[in-house]
């Protein structure tokens, strides 16, 4: 099976700017999670989907905001960005999201200037 | 904030000897699981240990888990260069409909070939 994959891998946006980042899981997994991974904050979460509906949320503000397709696929994005929001974005994927392994995407690097 | 504190911080042996990390969570867990992540990119999953379990092995890698310290440890045998990585614990915590992941800060090791 392929693996969790994420687009782009690589993005430079500038401060109020707004971004979309797309993960794509593993063929039949249910669940997608989104971190958050800076030098300062480590590896934080952000959200979790299933089967489209928002099932967990992080403490992160109103600005990052993601969604879920029919097909598994999810998008997250982030309004009015911050310099701060420079970061790893990292997506993983598990089959049901009940205490399973989750298996992670290479990530998107997104630098904000 | 992140839920898991990691011992050492950095970790640097010669090729051959062995390498152990340590890590210690909060709450009550599901389960703990182990991940490497190679400069910046995306995370490997190396094993997953249920709270009932108290010893799991995978390859060179050992992990045991003591859930009345709140602690596990990963033990990777005869280390080789290309171990050299972050390594990260992650904990499940016990709560029924929350998959997210609580990192750990991450052990630097560097195996010296």
């Known amino acids: 099976k392929a693996g969790v994959t994420q687009t782009p891998r690589y993005l430079i946006k500038t401060r109020g700017q707004q971004v979309t980042l797309s993960c794509s899981p593993i063929?039949?997994?249910?669940?997608v999670s989104w971190y958050q991974q800076t030098p300062g904050q480590g590896l934080q979460f952000l959200f979790e989907y299933f089967s489209e509906t928002q099932r967990n949320k992080g403490n992160f503000p109103g600005r990052f905001s993601g969604r879920q397709f029919s097909n598994s696929r999810s998008e997250m994005n982030v309004s009015t960005l911050e310099l701060g929001d420079s970061a790893l974005y990292l997506c993983?994927?598990?089959?049901?999201?009940?205490?399973?392994?989750?298996?992670f995407g290479p990530g998107t690097r997104l630098t904000v200037l | 904030s992140q839920q898991g504190e990691e011992d050492p911080q950095a970790l640097s042996i010669q090729e051959g000897e062995n390498a152990t990390m340590n890590c210690s969570y909060k709450t009550s867990i599901n389960n703990l699981q182990w991940y490497r992540q190679n400069s910046g990119r995306g995370l490997v999953h190396l094993i997953l240990i249920r709270s009932n379990e108290r010893e799991k092995h995978s390859g060179r890698l050992r992990v045991t888990l003591d859930t009345s310290k709140k602690s596990s440890s990963l033990l990777i045998t005869a280390s080789r260069a290309a171990d050299t990585a972050s390594y990260f614990c992650a904990t499940r915590a016990e709560q029924t409909g929350a998959n997210n992941l609580f990192f750990g800060t991450g052990t630097r090791l560097t195996v010296i070939p």
């Open positions: 993983a994927s598990s089959p049901s999201g009940r205490g399973d392994t989750q298996y």
């Open positions: 063929s039949g997994h249910r669940s």
